[in-house]
């Protein structure tokens, strides 16, 4: 497996997806006014934030890291990113979940098994 050194982490507490293509002009501080005006969330609290343009071709990942934004941009050279759709304006995603994503997989697609919960012996073999 590759490292990818300039990756958001696996460990991140909270990752949102904004599912709305986004003006891609816009840089770190015009997308942290989207996230408070739009949103109503506080974008100095840490969490990373991702957007995507009409192409969904390129995405933005911002965040505030102690003294000033942080800002991931890719572009892809060929395809397009498998982004959810705009069922809701915002998506929370794992660290996991938004290395998938940029990775060029479809993390919709990605569904665990469905919990099961034990039985007594009892209850099996009525």
Request: net charge positive; hydrophobic share 40%.
């Amino acid at each position: 497996m590759k490292v990818r050194y300039l990756r958001p982490a696996k460990q991140m507490p909270e990752i949102y997806l904004y599912r709305a293509p986004v003006d891609f002009r816009k840089q770190a501080n015009g997308l942290a006014l989207l996230v408070e005006q739009e949103l109503g969330h506080n974008p100095f609290s840490g969490a990373l934030y991702a957007f995507t343009n009409r192409q969904r071709n390129k995405i933005k990942c911002v965040m505030w890291e102690d003294n000033g934004f942080v800002m991931y941009y890719k572009a892809m050279a060929e395809e397009k990113f498998k982004w959810p759709k705009p069922a809701d304006e915002l998506l929370a995603l794992t660290g996991e979940q938004i290395n998938w994503l940029l990775d060029g997989y479809d993390i919709s697609l990605f569904k665990g098994h469905k919990k099961l919960h034990s039985l007594s012996r009892r209850e099996q073999h009525s």
